[in-house]
Nanobody, 124 residues
Framework: VQLQAFGGGLVQAGGSLRLSCIVSGYTSTPYALGWFRQAPGKEREFVGGISWTAVMTKYADSVKGRITISIDAAKNTLYLQMEGLKTEDTAVYYC??????????????????WGQGTLVTVSS
């Protein structure tokens, strides 16, 4: 499974940004897809995730209410819509695929496949 994230860039605080992640190379669809981020000097953290069927979503408390995760299964594309961006949202954002079934996981090691990351910089 290959994942390619794009859409990062420089945005002012309070602005919006949409990241995309194209999923390819799978023989069976992942159970869920997730977004993680890693800020400078910090550990990578869960941002949110969605099941492939879009029945389940899960968001980190730190971003809840400001982000929306969606999936277009026909286009094999995952989206992360971010609103009201803050300087603390500055990070490299990664998309990842989870094969483990049952629920959308928040633990990094439960995601088997990862994209290369896209940098989001929020200026004050």
């Amino acid at each position: 499974v290959q994942l390619q994230a794009f859409g990062g860039g420089l945005v002012q605080a309070g602005g919006s940004l949409r990241l995309s992640c194209i999923v390819s190379g799978y023989t069976s669809t992942p159970y869920a897809l997730g977004w993680f981020r890693q800020a400078p000097g910090k550990e990578r953290e869960f941002v949110g995730g969605i099941s492939w069927t879009a029945v389940m979503t899960k968001y980190a408390d730190s971003v809840k209410g400001r982000i929306t995760i969606s999936i277009d299964a026909a286009k094999n594309t995952l989206y992360l819509q971010m609103e009201g961006l803050k300087t603390e949202d500055t990070a490299v954002y990664y998309c990842a695929a989870q094969r483990r079934r049952g629920r959308v996981e928040v633990i990094e090691r439960l995601y088997e496949h990862w994209g290369q990351g896209t940098l989001v910089t929020v200026s004050s």
